[in-house]
């Protein structure tokens, strides 16, 4: 036992127990570690998402190599994920209710207040990963505008990346007509065939416009324009539907990735409070 004085009171606490909260006995949320630890899960999952990117684990890609990809590389990427989820959000929680001050209360209301600090953790890492992962998203997007003043083909029809080497070929020629604007085309061409990929399909009247479009852009005879529209129609469809698999997957995996950090992260937080409240030396310290 040991004797904590000051000038008015003397309380009497086990020298191996919690020692009272600093600012008061409603000072239930310590905002100062629950920001440290989610700057620490913000930064473990941004490197290791920036090592996912540059090995090519991306869930997200809408290159015809990752939609054509073995069903063994898409359980990897969604195992990776929830990897990143459980090591970042676990190591900033433990870092929380490992430095917070603790309580003089029972040990079940101690453990909860752990358990929220590491659900506060989740919760503020989640969003500063979203912002960071928003911001690079901008800046990939500004990078990859043109930087002459008019729209590059590529950028003129809100999902078009996905079907844009389908344009490609459908514009393709060898020597282009005269006084033809081939952006202006393509934002109609790219039209037609995100519609296509609805129930209903592509019209007959768009078909028959994107064969016209398409012949007066190459300089091609009707049958073979007709021919090269309806592989784009086929080829766009089909590469849609795979973007929509893959845009599922990533949404699952993330969401279920979620879930489990945050129940991580009130586990590693109560850990963290139950080896500083018993003055347990900490895994990383020298010895």
């Known amino acids: ?121 989740w919760a503020l890492a989640s969003l500063l990963t979203a912002l960071l992962a928003f911001g690079a998203a901008q800046l990939g997007t500004r990078l990859a505008a043109p930087s002459g003043g008019a729209a590059a083909p590529s950028s003129s029809v809100a999902g078009e990346n996905i079907i844009a080497y389908d344009l490609d070929r459908l514009f393709r020629a060898e020597q282009r007509p005269a006084n033809i604007d081939l952006a202006y085309s393509r934002a109609e061409a790219a039209r037609i065939l995100l519609m296509g990929s609805g129930r209903a399909g592509v019209t007959t009247d768009d078909r028959a416009y994107l064969m016209r479009l398409t012949a007066a852009n190459t300089g091609l005879a009707p049958a073979e324009a007709q021919m090269r529209a309806d592989t784009a129609i086929t080829s766009a469809s089909d590469n849609i539907r795979r973007a ?34 018993e003055a347990i030396p900490a895994p990383l310290r020298p010895r």
Do not use: N
């Not at 433990?94 to 079940?108: C, E, M, N, P, Q």
């Open 1 to 121: 036992m040991s004797s904590i004085v000051d000038e008015t009171t003397v309380a009497i606490v086990p020298s191996d127990g919690p020692l009272p909260t600093p600012g008061g006995p409603l000072s239930y949320i310590h905002w100062g570690p629950v920001i440290a630890g989610a700057l620490i899960a913000a930064a473990v999952a941004s490197v290791l998402h920036a090592f996912a990117t540059a090995i090519g684990l991306g869930v997200s890609s809408t290159a015809p190599t990752w939609r054509d990809a073995s069903l063994a590389l898409w359980l990897l990427a969604g195992l990776y994920l929830i990897f990143v989820s459980l090591l970042s959000y676990g190591c900033g929680a433990y870092l929380t209710g490992r430095v917070r001050s603790s309580w003089t209360t029972s040990k079940d209301e101690i453990e909860f207040r752990d358990g929220a600090h590491g659900i506060l953790v």
């Open 244 to 277: 929509r698999r893959s845009s599922v997957i990533l949404a699952f995996t993330i969401g279920s990735a979620a879930l489990l950090g945050a129940a991580v992260a009130w586990i590693a937080a109560g850990v963290g409070g139950k080896q500083r409240d």
